[in-house]
């Protein structure tokens, strides 16, 4: 079954092992897979330390913001005035302060318009395909509609009176999306500046532009002109961060890489059409001014309820909907210690709501709402906010307990965002011509899973406060991670894309870069940012560490760092010390190369001990001649009947005829009972040990051909059909990392059938074919078909087409060539 039979002395097992295990290794091609990666980490220092959490002298800054905004809903406008107040909490005196101005990358001149391929790969937004030698280039209709859009209105804000507290005006500088503000007197470190300024914009429409919010219009409403829901998010300007690591984080947005902001406390009011339902961060300081009596009194019992409670009522936002008015209603919000702050805004809303009680003394009571549309039927109805209680109650086991009162999610245009209490969601049902609204299997999978996704945002990066411009997988990732964990809680059978089988396609490709590539670099955001660390995790928890480990450190990790602002080498130090395993070799291969896991299986060699007594050894050797086949001429020539010439002259024969080179002579005798009695006492125990037990000893031979070392997972078959596991740790690489043997020993009556690596494909093994010994047949499929003309090069007929009449009616065209 397996390559060889091999009789071994023990005295030369060793030699074999390590001459195999040299293999494809040449000189000066050795790689130190387990290298330590503090040499390519920051140095630790008083910010942060050696083990990974925040250090005795950690610092970040704080912005507090006053807002006060009005929506033109005609004008699709907003228009406000904002007051900062900047506390410089570092120790570095600030001589100006960077701004962010999310709104300006819709400029055409902006550096994402201007840097916008066409075609090509990683492009965000409505798809274009270049010119190829058998198809012309592609613009999409959306691409059209986008730059339509572009060209008919004027984007990006309208800065003005930028003024300190005394009311005299700041020198201000727009570089992009960014803004420096020049401070007349530098600030300090323990001091603080406020300043104020005024901004203006037009809001986008997402669907045409592809944003991250914008207002989505709904035509067929009964109401004259139709309905707007308008999703407001990095809509007002914001002070970039300053870090200890980076200083300014002031990188151009171009729309790919997120963000990272400062925590502070936010007031903001919200002045809107009079009929519309205001979903929003914060927490609802006015609502005796903005909803009515029996509003009120709905949404305090759905404190208590079991299930959600209508605040608003599906009846009630139809009616809504069909009318408008002239007047206004200004809704004020107060949230503290957040790092950003959005909002929805719609006649349209019907609004659910479910409190959640969690075992914590500051926040015992979280609300759990939705707000969505008609559109939204019973698909909303049923799994929105039942998802966002799920997901708490989940992520509160992997991190801390939800530390805010509300958590909310928004059915609008964008497919999925995230922002401190609350997300905006994308799918919804379909209306039939009955009149009544459906949704199939993938909508409603598709609203369970990004409902948990941007929920579990709210965790990891807007408590958790990661920079996702810089390092988008440590937010992605790691809530991609947990909200499979959470999804998988919730129905298993839903491909949650978390598997390593879900990576491994990805993994061998030849556009795969670094997980630790700067997001506007990778080339496939999806894979990069979200499935291979994801994968990652999952491998880390379920094979590396084991559960006990991972979910004590992960904790560890989300508690050290709620409300702070972790780098990589923060999660991989805590992950390390809280853990007490060195992953130095994990986080070397998975998140700084593009190796890929492919460990092959070459060989088994069956080897059988020697007794060194010929009496014994020789007869097996004689009987291993003998197994061998036949020579094919011998074969032949007895079958013909041919007789050997000495069994024709018998006369001739003489000793050899009838001793081999097998026949034991007394000189092999005193040679092995020179052996034995030169033997020490304990050697003589081991060894007549070893020859009486007659185990059965098995070289595996593997091979390394994706570069990433992993552990080799073993399931074992037996002759008896029994099957037995086997982990070896992914040290076994260590000093070779291209190929290793690995002895296994057996009981004489456990033969070795079969081996295979990976059974499970636990390790996102991308070659499962080679994991087998002996090998297996590969299964497919195949399908007949009919071969179809080739339509290439087929010139146009222009005396038929020219018989073609235009329907009037549709436009389509009917053949009358017949």
């Not at 040299?22 to 050696?50: C, H, M, W």
């Not at 969601?425 to 609204?437: A, F, Y």
């Not at 090998?775 to 007949?784: H, P, Q």
């Amino acid at each position: 079954m397996f390559n060889k039979l091999i009789t071994i002395s023990v005295l030369s097992l060793s030699v074999l092992l390590t001459a195999n295990a040299s293999i494809n290794q040449t000189k000066g091609s050795f790689e130190d897979k387990f290298r330590q990666l503090d040499e390519s980490l920051p140095t630790p220092n008083v910010y942060r330390n050696a083990a990974g959490e925040p250090g005795h002298k950690y610092w970040q800054q704080q912005v507090d913001y006053k807002i006060q905004a009005k929506l033109d809903e005609s004008k699709r406008r907003i228009e406000a005035s904002q007051t900062i107040t900047y506390h410089n909490n570092s120790p570095d005196t600030l001589k100006y302060l960077w701004i962010q101005l999310d709104q300006n990358k819709f400029k055409s001149d902006s550096m994402s318009a201007t840097t916008t391929t066409f075609g090509g790969i990683g492009n965000r937004g409505p798809a274009t395909s270049a010119a190829s030698s058998d198809k012309p280039a592609q613009l999409s209709l959306g691409a059209l509609r986008r730059q339509q859009f572009v060209d008919d209105n004027i984007l990006g804000y309208d800065i003005s009176g930028v003024k300190n507290k005394r009311g005299e005006s700041l020198n201000h500088v727009i570089v992009g999306t960014n803004m420096r503000i020049d401070l007349p007197t530098h600030l300090k470190p323990g001091k603080k500046v406020t300043f104020s300024l005024d901004f203006a914009f037009n809001i986008v429409e997402e669907d045409a532009v592809s944003a991250r919010a914008g207002y989505e219009h709904f035509p067929n409403d009964k109401r004259d002109g139709g309905n707007d829901i308008f999703l407001l998010a990095q809509w007002f300007p914001r002070l970039h961060s300053y870090t200890d690591y980076e200083a300014w984080t002031n990188k151009e947005f171009i729309g790919r890489g997120e963000f990272t902001l400062e925590f502070g406390n936010y007031e903001v009011e919200l002045t809107v059409p009079a009929d519309h339902i205001v979903s929003s961060t914060g927490s609802l300081e006015n609502a005796n001014d903005v909803l009515t009596s029996k509003q009120r009194k709905r949404l305090k019992e759905a404190e208590t309820a079991e299930r959600i409670v209508f605040v608003v009522t599906a009846e009630e936002a139809l009616e809504n909907e069909k009318s408008g008015t002239n007047k206004t209603k200004t809704w004020k919000f107060k949230a503290d210690n957040v790092r950003d702050f959005a909002w929805a805004s719609s006649r349209k809303f019907m609004w659910d709501a479910r409190g959640y009680k969690q075992d914590d003394k500051e926040q015992p009571l979280v609300m759990a709402m939705s707000f969505y549309p008609k559109e939204g039927g019973d698909l909303w109805k049923k799994y929105s906010t039942e998802s966002i209680i799920h997901t708490i109650d989940v992520y509160n086991r992997f991190s801390f307990n939800y530390p805010y009162p509300v958590a909310q999610s928004v059915n609008g245009p964008v497919g999925g965002m995230e922002y401190p209490m609350i997300t905006f969601n994308g799918p919804r049902t379909e209306l039939q011509k009955d009149g009544s609204r459906t949704y199939s299997q993938a909508e409603k999978r598709f609203l369970i899973g990004v409902v948990i996704h941007e929920v579990g945002h709210i965790y990891f990066p807007m408590i958790v406060n990661s920079d996702e411009r810089q390092w988008t997988w440590m937010d992605e990732g790691l809530n991609s991670f947990l909200d499979g964990v959470a999804g998988r809680e919730w129905d298993p059978t839903i491909p949650w894309g978390v598997e390593p089988r879900d990576i491994t396609d990805y993994m061998k490709s030849s556009i795969q870069v670094p997980i630790m590539t700067q997001s506007d670099s990778v080339l496939r955001l999806g894979p990069n940012a979200y499935t291979k660390p994801a994968a990652a995790l999952n491998i880390l928890r379920e094979t590396i560490l084991g559960r006990d480990l991972f979910d004590f450190a992960f904790k560890e990790y989300a508690t050290r760092w709620k409300f702070k602002r972790p780098t990589p080498s923060d999660f991989f130090r805590t992950m390390e010390e809280a853990s007490g395993v060195d992953l130095d070799w994990y986080w070397r291969g998975w998140f700084y190369s593009t190796d890929h896991v492919d460990i092959s299986l070459d060989n088994i060699y069956k080897l059988r001990l020697d007794t060194k007594n010929p009496d014994i050894d020789f007869a097996r050797q004689r009987q291993v001649e003998l197994d061998k086949p036949l020579s094919l001429t011998d074969e032949r020539n007895k079958a013909e009947g041919k007789k050997l010439w000495v069994d024709r002259f018998p006369d001739i024969k003489d000793f050899y005829d009838a001793n081999d080179r097998f026949t034991v002579t007394n000189k092999e005798r005193n040679k092995y009972h020179k052996f034995v009695n030169g033997l020490k006492p304990w050697e003589k125990a081991a060894f007549e040990r070893a020859v009486k037990e007659d185990k059965n000893y098995y070289v595996l031979e593997f091979s390394n051909i994706g570069g990433l070392v992993m552990p080799i997972i073993l399931e074992l078959t037996f002759e008896d059909g029994s099957k037995e596991n086997q982990y070896i740790p992914a040290e076994i690489w260590r000093r070779t990392s291209k190929a290793v043997n690995k002895l296994i020993i057996t009981d004489k009556d456990k033969e070795l059938v079969s081996v295979t690596v990976d059974p499970r494909w636990e390790t996102a093994d991308v070659n499962t074919h080679n994991n087998h010994f002996p090998r297996k047949m590969i299964e497919s499929r195949i399908e007949a078909y009919k071969q179809k003309k080739s339509t290439k090069k087929v010139s146009q007929d222009l005396m038929q087409d020219i018989k073609t009449e235009l329907d009037k009616e549709t436009g389509k065209k009917e053949y009358l060539g017949k």
